[in-house]
């Protein structure tokens, strides 16, 4: 790892000037490219405190070697100096679009004498028009077929070509009307060409012309009695309208746009594009990257535009590009894509009407592929396998750990303190067995605490039922204490632990603890027992760094329970962390076993985030008849429309209380107590007039 200060270049000679930067590594490896408006201000922020730079930039700096710069005139030579080195050097420190598949294009050789329409797929030919991208092949040659019947642009290869020259015959298509037959002389070159010409005006979206001359000429065949050519015009104009209609209308007519959403999380990121061209979407594309450098959503839209369009040229490049978040450079991409097309582009962030809420629909596609990216990965047999023995690796397990239980705290502001647990078999998620803590054993913030009395209870259960079900065996007490302190009912059990049994009495099961995805109940055995788990983890992987790795150590330690790893992992870093280690343990960032850590440590978060929400929601909500013991919701709701709130109700004597349909002697004296015992919350008063608002709404008291 080598030190920053060791290659920071004098603060003279980084001119202020624009440019592109490049850090390399000891071997002169290239691992990273950036530009900037102003080199010596941009260049500078790599050399700050290691502990205020972000994690990835971190791991850059203390990567590389050396820094070296260009110079260059203008901000948007900058732009088109670092694409080019992003392509020739491949940093891997740059974020880099992978496609999620090869997409085919409908292509029109206009380099040829003969022009072809044909499938395309892979990196675009100069002198060929490409319409597309589409989803699939199938799609184009439906499209092909239709319009053939009025363009009638050869689709031969060029053998077929070859021979049907040599033996004066056309092929099948030249018989049917499907091919003007260009090879046996039907047509001259240059009427040949201009069919292909009026092919390509169609398909990029000036279709109204065709549509509106067709028509016409059909009138006049049905005017002049040429019934066959006006029948052959009409299902021309029909084979037309039914290849637009394979493209749904979604914007204005002649609306040349694309637009690009990003969806992203820590680790990765995935972008969609939709091409609309002439009002119609034409085709769409998307991407999937991992997230190795610093970067927020403008940085990878910026990068979506470089290698969307760093290749193109002309009419490619569309009239606007609609992102969710403008580049930091904003003007000088624009600048940039101006030069590619020959012609102003507008870039900019669609604030109402119909592209908003097309964009909404790119930017639900986005978030569905990067949803579907991460299944394909976590789904797969042997890789989940990979991940497993990579953390048995790097963690010195004896064996794959089949079973992980990850841990995480939740809270707002130390309000609301509650825990999740969440369990993974064989890389994938049991929801059936989650659970969920109220943190009870004190108040106030403490993460660390909170850990360490979560996995007391959670194991301290588990071996209350090892004991419960006679398959404890005998051995002598552990020497430390045993914590006190409410325990979960739902944690359990299986194979008996190789740790000594706890002395002295222990405590009955107390606390709330609701399992499966956030529903409010525990799943049940058939003798109405609650489920008990299968056996016990194999690793335990808490969310945070080194004091809750130790938390969670010192609380299976005091349980006596010594056969169960433990491991956090940190977000900052991504590092893992053991216990009684001073250095986390580093996994590569392509590891499928860091993968795997980091699936479980977000599922445990979202987990824990949705109980803390709920809980939090719920308290705001409550009312004091909420303690009522035996009032429903079908009995409050009737006194509040009785007295018409809270305070009033608070105000009503036991008789009157009893007035209410469905509301007994003893049930009204319990309504009594509980609102005695609740203070009245201070009347609101209007600051304006002094006047006190009187509270209604019959919610709180």
């Known amino acids: 790892m080598a030190d920053p200060s060791s290659y920071r270049p004098k603060p003279g000679q980084i001119p202020d000037s624009p440019g592109v930067y490049k850090f390399r590594d000891e071997h002169r490896r290239v691992i990273y490219v950036g530009k900037a408006k102003n080199l010596r201000q941009r260049v500078a922020n790599y050399f700050q405190d290691l502990a205020s730079l972000h994690p990835r930039t971190r791991t850059m700096v203390t990567t590389a070697a050396s820094v070296e710069w260009t110079v260059v005139s203008t901000e948007v030579e900058a732009l088109q100096l670092e694409y080019s080195w992003i392509k020739e050097f ?121 549509i509106r001359r067709l028509e016409k000429d059909m009138m006049q065949a049905a005017e002049e009695m040429e019934y066959e050519r006006a029948a052959r015009l009409r299902d021309d104009v029909e084979a037309l309208r039914r290849a637009m209609e394979k493209s749904a209308v979604v914007l204005a007519d002649a609306t040349d746009a694309d637009l690009i959403a990003v969806a992203e999380d820590e680790l990765e990121a995935a972008v969609q594009i939709f091409h609309v061209r002439g009002g119609r979407v034409r085709g769409q594309r998307g991407w999937v990257t991992d997230k190795v450098e610093a970067v927020d959503t403008a940085g990878l839209v910026e990068h979506a535009l470089q290698q969307l369009y760093g290749e193109e040229s002309g009419d490619s490049v569309p009239k606007e590009v609609l992102v969710p978040a403008l580049p930091e450079d904003a003007e000088a991409v624009a600048q940039w894509l101006a030069g590619r097309r020959g012609s102003q582009v507008s870039l900019r962030i669609p604030q109402r009407g119909d592209k908003k809420d097309l964009m909404a629909t790119v930017q639900r596609n986005a978030l569905q592929a990067l949803g579907l990216h991460k299944t394909k990965r976590a789904s797969d047999l042997t890789t989940r396998s990979r991940a497993l023995e990579e953390i048995s690796e790097a963690l010195g397990l004896d064996t794959a750990p089949l079973r992980i239980e990850c841990y995480d705290i939740s809270h707002l502001q130390g309000d609301d303190v509650v825990a999740s647990m969440v369990v993974f078999e064989d890389g994938l998620a049991r929801k059936s067995e989650y659970r969920r803590f109220q943190i009870k054993g004190f108040e106030g913030q403490d993460d660390v605490r909170s850990m360490h009395e979560v996995i007391g209870r959670r194991f301290k259960r588990y071996l209350q039922d090892k004991e419960r079900t006679g398959e404890w065996e005998e051995t002598p007490a552990p020497t430390g204490p045993v914590p006190a302190g409410p325990v979960p009912a739902g944690a359990v059990p299986a194979p008996a632990p190789a740790g000594p049994a706890p002395t002295g009495p222990v405590p009955a099961p107390t606390g709330a603890v609701s399992a499966g995805d956030d529903t409010g109940s525990e799943p049940r055995e058939d003798d109405g027992r609650p489920k008990r788990f299968a056996y016990p983890p194999q690793l335990v992987v808490v969310d945070g760094g080194q004091p809750q790795v130790a938390a969670a150590k010192r609380a299976l330690d005091e349980l006596g329970i010594d056969d169960i790893a433990v491991c956090g992992l940190a977000k900052r870093l991504e590092e893992v962390w053991l216990p009684d280690d001073d250095d986390p343990v580093v996994m590569p960032r392509s590891s499928e076993g860091l993968y795997l850590l980091q699936r479980i440590r977000d599922e445990a978060h979202r987990f824990a985030i949705t109980y803390q929400r709920a809980k939090r929601a719920k308290r705001i909500r409550s009312s004091p008849l909420d303690d009522v013991a035996g009032l429903g919701e079908t009995r409050k709701q009737a006194l509040i429309k009785h007295f018409g709130s809270v305070r009033k109700l608070r105000q009503a004597t036991i008789d009157e209380i009893c007035e209410v349909p469905g509301i007994g002697r003893r049930t009204a004296e319990s309504v009594a107590a509980a609102l005695a015992t609740t203070a009245p919350a201070a009347p609101a008063v209007n600051t304006a007039t002094g006047e006190i608002i009187e509270d209604d709404d019959g919610g709180t008291s």
């Open 90 to 210: 491949d940093p891997r420190f740059n974020v880099k679009y992978r496609d999620d598949k090869s997409y085919p294009y409908l292509a029109v050789t206009l380099n040829e004498d003969f022009p072809r329409v044909q499938v395309m797929r892979g990196a675009k030919k100069k002198g060929v028009r490409y319409f597309g991208p589409y989803g699939h092949a199938w799609a184009i040659r439906e499209t092909v077929d239709l319009m053939l019947r009025v363009f009638p642009v050869r689709t031969c290869s060029a053998g077929v070509f070859k021979n049907a020259e040599r033996t004066g015959r056309p092929c099948l298509l030249g018989y049917i009307g499907k091919c003007s037959a260009p090879c046996v002389g039907r047509v001259t070159p240059d009427e040949h060409r201009e069919l292909a010409e009026d092919f390509c005006d169609f398909m990029a979206g000036r279709t109204g012309t065709y």
